[in-house]
């Protein structure tokens, strides 16, 4: 495999060269864990775990951390509000504690675990650091910039001087005057593109050198990769909206204080995931969890179809409607490989086409096509579709080799059509391929006299 990967600190698609080929060191930011996820969160983590398992089919074994954050996201990127797990803390009515705070954070980061695994995201070997566990770390990281003068102090924290770091903006290729996101609260600040590196906070934080407080957001991701993971990885992720500042402070901090770049040789972000057309918001009540789905009698795993239909470069948008056809066309499929002899060889020919998609910065709707295209293929013996199609699903992750049972009902119905049709009794047995259709399957005969089941096309 030949893989290219969309790389958003130099804008074009490019051939995948790791640090090291013998360990792929992965960073995706992770949810901040002060309520349950929604599914376009949760869709960000179906897109890491098929650049995840794409890197393992290529041959390379990836390091993975995925981290939670349990304190210092506040509410606006530009350190201004309220912190999000003190929000969260409110609103159960708890006490602003660290120790309420990590309590609430665990019990989310937990709910959030359960719900990746019903999307068969790959949990082997990936580490899930707490933020909470590696502040002495931070503390360290920003007495390093303190020390080579990329921090100053205000009344209200410790910042990072961006005009020390010609190259802030770089991800993104954001101009010195693209300050869109930056609402200057904080007269103090030297630039408006200045961010919190501490914040000071007499209530609730820890002991540090400049007072008692807490680390800033960014502060928090750049300390634990470089502690976890090393000053150089190869894959770092996120969402789109990390681009203008998240991540162009991470890679600011970073650089600045280790003096190796880049921090990060691929940077990866996926498109939103929309409600109806329209930007999921708690606000306005638009916002579905994968509890919803579930409640429904629809499998996480149609959700995880669906968002494979979209390039994650591509924002997808979600309604109930196009799950519904997701999921119809899951179960549909899962039929179909249901009722397939197994035993055979993995076709070369698709499985080339299945591959010039996926390494094609992870091109998951064709790579889905082809499947299809398979199927209808009456060249390709059923033994050697079904091999093909379970080579895929490594990458896919749709479980397509957990085969669904056939009803009782329809067992019985073809066994009572095979009888009839050796009787050469066609009315009847057209009657009873009729009643088989009718109930979500269909009979297909070969043309040596043989018959086999197969998942409707019309469920």
Known sequence: MSLKLHNTLSGKIEDFEPYNPKEVRMYHCGPT?????????LSMFVFTDILRRTIEYAGFKPKQVINFTDFGHLSSDSDEGEDKMAMGLKREGLAPTLENMKEMGRKYAEIFLGDIKSLN????????????EYVPDQIELIRKLEEKSFAYRTSDGVYFDTLKFPEYGKLGGLSDTNNEARVVENSEKKNPRDFALWKFNKEIGWESPWGQGFPGWHIECSAMIIKILG???????????????????????SEAATGRAPFAKYWLHRAH???????????????????DIVKKGISPLAFRYLLLQSHYRTPTNFTWEALEGANNAYVKLRRHISTMPDGGEVNKDYKELFIKAIENDLNTPTAVAVIWTLLSDTLIPLQ???ATILDFDKILGLKLDQSTPTPQLIVDLFAKYKLARSNKEFDISDKLREEIKQNGYEVMDNVDGSSYLSGSFEL
Do not use: C, D, M, W
Not at 121 to 132: L, M, R, W
Not at 274 to 283: C, L, T
């Open 273 to 291: 995931l929309q409600i109806e057309g329209e930007k999921i918001a708690k606000s306005t009540g638009n916002t579905v969890y994968l509890e």
């Open 384 to 386: 050697n579709s079904k």
């Open 231 to 253: 000053e150089n990885i190869a894959i770092h992720t996120g969402g789109v909206e990390h681009i203008p500042v998240h991540h162009n402070n991470e890679i600011a901090q």
């Open 33 to 41: 864990v002060y309520g349950v996820q929604h599914i376009g969160n």
């Open 121 to 132: 995201v790959k949990t082997e070997g990936t580490i899930f650091p707490y933020a909470s």
